[in-house]
């Protein structure tokens, strides 16, 4: 009987615990939004037209619709990579590096040859999944075999990968019929649009990553042992779980979302690489994950937030004048806001129970 | 390539390597100083942005490179302050709020350019601070270009670095610094306020980044653009575990990367025969494996990264 009431009880609680989070979460971008309408009154913009313009293009508009989709696919597929890495206390902040070695690799071989489509976008995906995790494995050996930090190792990185990039176009891997230092189309790689939404099909491998994820962290050893790392990294090695694995695995986990991610935006949006491959991607998926707290699910919603959020800026920027920049700045606040909030209410969480606990004592 | 055999190219890349190690040194004691107190600020890219846009802004808008470069500080310390309020205060996670102060300093400073700066004709300058040369001394062999031909700004902010090595070599403040980041409950038990320590250190430390920011843009460069730290702020944070969290092997280890990055310069025009992206990327190469040989005999400070929960709060 006991048992009962207290499994009832905790379903109570982790149903008013996960309201309770949505709330705060939702207050704190309001407010976020709300210093960025400041922002937008400074600059001589009127902030109540700015975001109706932000979400009538974003949303509403047919064009924007799939311009929020397409940005939101990189973003998931990146952000899901980081947020396992994430919640196993794996810091990697250096996808944007493996995004671009994901893009080098899968042009390499995809960029000369004229294999067919049903061999290419396979042999694609795979390059892009191994280009990405070779180069997060370059941090997971510097971290597990040399102790440097996962942090400052994928970071470093990104800039090494950048002039890798910069060098690969304007040398092996040019256009011979271009002057400018850009790659080869990727010809049969290319991913081809989704009918009647124009939005390219990793739209759907995005999408259906979510779920698949959601069931590996809940529902599988490696889940557990990525949810135990994060809470308690000594237990996990105490349990005999090899020390350096975990870290390494999750790195190239990472790693290979990102370079998958690479070889999609590649073949279904922008068909060549150049300078401009990664474009922020690797970064604003930190943000993702932060926002989405690590889920799967939350993942989706913070990328497709975002997404509309930019697309939507860059609409407003067309027809007001109020930079993206603005924008940006505007995530950054979220992020800022919320991880806040989120702190807030813990902190009133855990004093209210410290005062009711002396008063039962 | 006999030009590498001569004195004068290597007093040459000296010169520029110490003139770019300056403003990196600069953020990296602060860093250091925040870290030493048990406080890891990844905003440090973010605030040097801060730092040197609104000081840029100040010496712009004044004619002044003083007024310019301790508006850079101010920034600096108002943003560490923030910070300083989540992850001391709030306890918020200090990779976390590190980073979003990166992407909010990153994004902030280049939305604030173009908005203060749109009906300017042409992109503004600021007044760069006078050459000051030591005679005699700047015709010594080897090192005379490099420290006795610079500007008042360099001489004072190497006075500055020295005057804070030797501050934190000899004074008692340093032992309670110390102590909060290696073991807080003996400088709580102590009676020193570990929150109190941790806020100052990581105001005073984050002011040190925005003073750097204001130092490359208002000390050398003269304009401001987006991203004009180009990743410094992230090479800062790997000097002060390159140079073990020690004032001394900061310095040097500044000096070094910055004769890196000066070479580099030299190489593209040197010889063609190896990519010159190659060079873009060393600094960070070596930075790489400097921190793979370096980082296994670490003395980073023990309580790094971890919020401090009294007794009774828990």
Redesign the interface.
């Given at each position: 009987m006991t048992a009962t009431t207290t499994t009832v009880g905790a379903g109570a609680r982790a149903r008013n615990a996960v309201s309770a989070g949505a709330l705060t979460t939702t207050g704190a971008i309001l407010v976020a939004l709300v210093i960025g309408g400041l922002?937008i009154l400074?600059?001589g913009g009127n902030p109540f037209e700015v975001y109706r313009l932000t979400i009538t293009e974003s949303i509403f508009a047919r064009t924007g619709w799939r311009d929020t989709l397409t940005q939101a696919t990189p973003l998931i597929l990146i952000g899901l990579g980081l947020a396992v890495g994430f919640r196993a206390g794996v810091?990697n902040?250096g996808a944007e590096g493996q995004m671009v070695l994901g893009a080098l690799a899968s042009i390499a071989v995809l960029g000369t040859g004229s294999l067919p489509a049903v061999i290419a976008v396979p042999l694609g995906l795979l390059l892009g999944a191994l280009g990405g995790m070779v180069w997060a494995a370059i941090a997971g050996i510097?971290h597990t075999r040399?102790?440097?930090?996962t942090?400052?190792?994928t970071?470093?990185?990104v800039?090494?990968a950048t002039?890798?990039l910069?060098?690969a176009t304007?040398?092996v891997l040019k256009d011979p019929d271009s002057r400018l230092p850009q790659s080869r189309v990727i010809g049969t790689g290319a991913i081809g649009d989704l009918p009647w939404i124009d939005t390219g099909y990793g739209v759907l491998l995005a999408f259906g990553a979510v779920p698949l994820l959601h069931w590996i962290l809940n529902s599988t050893r490696f889940g557990y042992i990525v949810r135990a790392h994060g809470d308690n990294a000594t237990a996990v090695y105490a349990n005999e779980e090899r020390r350096t694995l975990v870290p390494l695995v999750l790195l190239m986990l990472g790693g290979a979302f990102a370079g998958v991610a690479g070889y999609v935006v590649l073949a279904s949006d922008q068909m060549r690489v150049a300078s401009g491959t990664a474009a922020g991607f690797g970064?604003t998926a930190?943000?993702v994950a932060?926002l989405g707290r690590n889920k799967p699910y939350g993942v989706l919603a913070a990328a497709v937030g975002l997404a509309a959020l930019l697309v939507g800026a860059e609409a407003a920027q067309r027809r007001t004048g109020v930079?993206v920049?603005?924008m940006?700045?505007v995530?950054?606040?979220i992020?800022?806001c919320v991880?806040?909030a989120?702190?807030?209410v813990e902190?009133t969480g855990r004093l209210a129970r410290?005062t009711r606990d002396s008063h039962d004592g | 390539m006999g030009e590498l055999a001569e004195l004068a190219f290597w007093t040459a890349i000296l010169a520029s390597g110490i003139r770019l190690a300056l403003s990196v040194a600069m953020a990296a004691i602060g860093e250091m100083i925040t870290e030493r107190a048990g406080v890891l600020n990844l905003g440090l890219e973010g605030t040097m942005i801060i730092g040197a846009f609104f000081g840029f802004a100040a010496a712009w808008r004044t004619g002044s490179v003083p007024v310019g470069l301790a508006a850079g500080f101010v920034a600096g310390c108002v943003v560490g302050g923030a910070f300083a309020a989540l992850v001391v205060g709030l306890r918020v996670d200090q990779v976390v709020a590190g980073l979003s102060f990166t992407l909010v300093g990153l994004a902030l400073t280049s939305f604030l350019n173009t908005e203060l700066f749109r009906d300017q004709p042409i992109p503004p300058r600021s007044p760069l601070p006078e050459p000051l040369a030591v005679p005699v001394l700047e015709n010594l062999p080897l090192v005379g270009e490099g420290l006795f031909r610079q500007t008042w700004v360099a001489y004072a902010a190497a006075a500055l670095v020295a005057v804070l090595a030797l501050w934190l070599k000899r004074s008692y403040q340093t032992i309670v610094l110390d102590a909060a980041g290696e073991t807080p409950e003996a400088a709580d038990a102590a009676g020193h306020s570990v929150a109190g320590v941790r806020y100052r250190a990581t105001i005073v430390g984050s002011g040190l980044a925005g003073l750097g920011g204001a130092l490359l843009v208002v000390g050398q460069l003269g304009f401001f653009n987006s991203n004009i730290t180009a990743g410094r702020g992230w090479i800062a944070l790997a000097l002060v575990i390159f140079g073990r969290w020690r004032p001394g092997w900061i310095v040097a280890g500044a000096v070094f990367f910055g004769a890196l990055d000066a070479l580099q310069f030299r190489f593209q025009s040197l010889d063609s025969s190896v990519p010159y992206e190659f060079f873009l990327a060393l600094p960070y190469l070596v930075t790489l494996a400097a921190l793979a040989v370096g980082s296994r005999r670490v003395n980073a400070p023990s309580a790094l990264g971890v919020p401090y929960l009294r007794s009774t709060e828990a």
């Open positions: 922002l400074w600059s810091w902040i510097l040399f102790g440097v930090n942090v400052i190792a970071l470093l990185l800039f090494v002039s890798l910069v060098w304007r040398t970064f930190i943000i932060i930079p920049t603005l940006q700045t995530q950054g606040l992020v800022v991880i806040t989120r702190a807030l902190r410290h | -």
